[in-house]
């Protein structure tokens, strides 16, 4: 036996094992060239961007915002400007801003738009968005929407529950004929009427009817690795076995349908963490 100087594999010494091997051996290894040519030229192409969160110093309190070269250079770590602690809030890039991308501007906030004012992950440019006083968060089942409702906060905020609008007949569960379009409009109702923040679904077919009626939204959802943590959240709030059997079976389907959604702004959330985390109060 000998040993292969391009693969390690043995070959035995016959003259007819050692070309058939030096055959598979060079189609193999041209296949892996290319292989790895491509994948050198897909990372060359893709942009990274950051994902524009409200940051808060893990250790003493701080609101931390990327200032000057910092609001534009892609960055992981983040360092606090009062306590001096660096600390890595997710996997990705993330850029901390004073509002979420499409916040109304507040009067005296110099320096600072209500439209985008970091690089943010909005992954459609398709359609020319328009802006709106209030801001739309859509988040999957279990992020927290009423609880960060609900929360003692100078926010004006609206919690649209989706199942008010998509049933004719609960009971029966009969869609309503209208449906999203009756949601579309409550949500068009409510841009200018002095509501900051209003909360939606993220059914699919709301999604695809926001970005159709030219509405920018924030995409607020868990990794799919966190069915588990998800699954119990449902659990302890009460929600029934159809609903928790539900989004149990396509908790991992739908997630990766969310992360590939256009047209909109995307907030991962991490372990453990809620709206309340992202979205300052």
């Given amino acids: 036996m000998i040993t292969c100087l391009i693969c390690g594999q043995k070959v035995k010494e016959d003259p007819e094992a050692r070309a058939r091997h030096a055959s598979e051996c060079t189609i193999v290894s ?24 409200f940051l808060t110093c893990p250790r ?19 360092s606090c400007q009062t306590c001096g602690l660096t600390w890595r809030p997710a996997i990705q890039p993330t850029v901390g801003v004073k509002f979420l ?7 005296g906030d110099e320096g600072f738009s209500d439209g985008p004012i970091a690089p943010i992950r909005v992954v459609s440019t398709e359609v020319p968005m328009k802006k709106y006083q209030a801001s739309v968060v859509s988040g999957f089942p279990g992020v927290g929407k009423s609880t960060f409702a609900q929360s003692d906060s100078t926010l004006r905020v609206l919690d649209s529950d989706s199942s008010k609008f998509s049933w004719q007949d609960p009971v029966k569960k009969i869609r309503h004929p209208e449906w999203p379009s009756n949601y579309i409009r409550h949500i068009q109702e409510n841009l200018h009427n002095g509501t900051d923040i209003i909360l939606v679904s993220s059914h699919a077919e709301v999604r695809s009817a926001l970005v159709k009626a030219e509405i920018p939204f924030v995409l607020v959802y868990p990794d799919e690795g966190m069915k588990d943590e998800y699954i119990q959240r449902y659990v ?12 149990r079976n396509n908790f991992k389907i739908w997630i990766c349908e969310l992360k590939l959604q256009t047209g909109c702004t995307h907030v991962p959330l991490r372990s453990g963490q809620y709206l309340t985390d992202v979205l300052f109060l």
């Fill in 30 to 53: 041209r296949l892996c060239a290319e292989v790895l040519d491509l994948t050198a030229k897909l990372e060359q192409t893709k942009v990274e961007q950051s994902i524009p969160m």
């Fill in 60 to 78: 003493c309190g701080a609101r931390h915002i990327d200032e000057g070269q910092f609001a534009t250079k892609i960055h992981a770590t983040h």
């Fill in 101 to 107: 991308p499409g916040f109304r501007n507040v009067e």
């Fill in 236 to 247: 302890s709030r009460g929600n029934d076995g159809p609903f928790v059997d539900l989004l």
